[in-house]
């Protein structure tokens, strides 16, 4: 049987929590200088993938379950504003995205980036990113478990946007194989 549409995202961000240790641990060692035990190719390879599936499928599959949502139910003051902090999220963190991965993508091609501000911007990623996860695991995903009924999954499945998570889905794109057994090895 598929997955629910909450079961997916509950996976995502399973998936996302454990490359943020990852990359929280690369970061920790960069603000320390110790560069020889940073791989900046595999940071610049987490940030990439932050900026595809999370950035273009994750979070446009959460907004449309919003949508679907606030067709069919009425909304209490609260959860309103919960709303707006999850969507201004997502634009905030498709920004830094974009902009951590293109200063790794000139570092890893030799151009000078100044380590401390990699360190910066790649602390205050990995902050947001934890805090949006919180919130959602924590404020969204449980209120809609509670209020949704069987009619409003069926509509979300019709218009989620299908894509398959090219890292953990069944087949792992070229580009984050090494990536991903990093990641299994460390769990284990
Ligand atoms: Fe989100
Ligand atoms: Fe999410």
Known sequence: MSKSPLEEI???HRHMAVLLELLS??????????????????????????????DRIHH????????????RHALSEAMEDTWKRVRAQHATLHQLTRGVLEM???ATHDVAVPREHLVECLQDFIVRQREHLDMEEREIL??????????DWR??????????????????????????RLLKNRKT
């Open 10 to 12: 509950h996976d995502d």
């Open 25 to 54: 641990s690369d970061m920790a060692a960069l603000r320390e200088d110790l560069e020889g035990a940073v791989d900046l190719e595999r940071v610049r390879q987490i940030m990439d993938y932050f900026s595809g599936y999370p």
């Open 60 to 71: 446009p599959r959460e907004e449309t379950m919003l949508e679907v949502f606030l067709e």
């Open 104 to 106: 790794l993508d000139a």
């Open 142 to 151: 449980p209120y809609l478990e509670k209020t949704m009924d069987d009619g």
């Open 155 to 180: 509509e979300v499945n019709t218009r989620m946007p299908n894509s398959v998570d090219p890292m953990f889905g069944e087949q792992i794109e070229t580009e984050y194989r090494e990536l991903y």
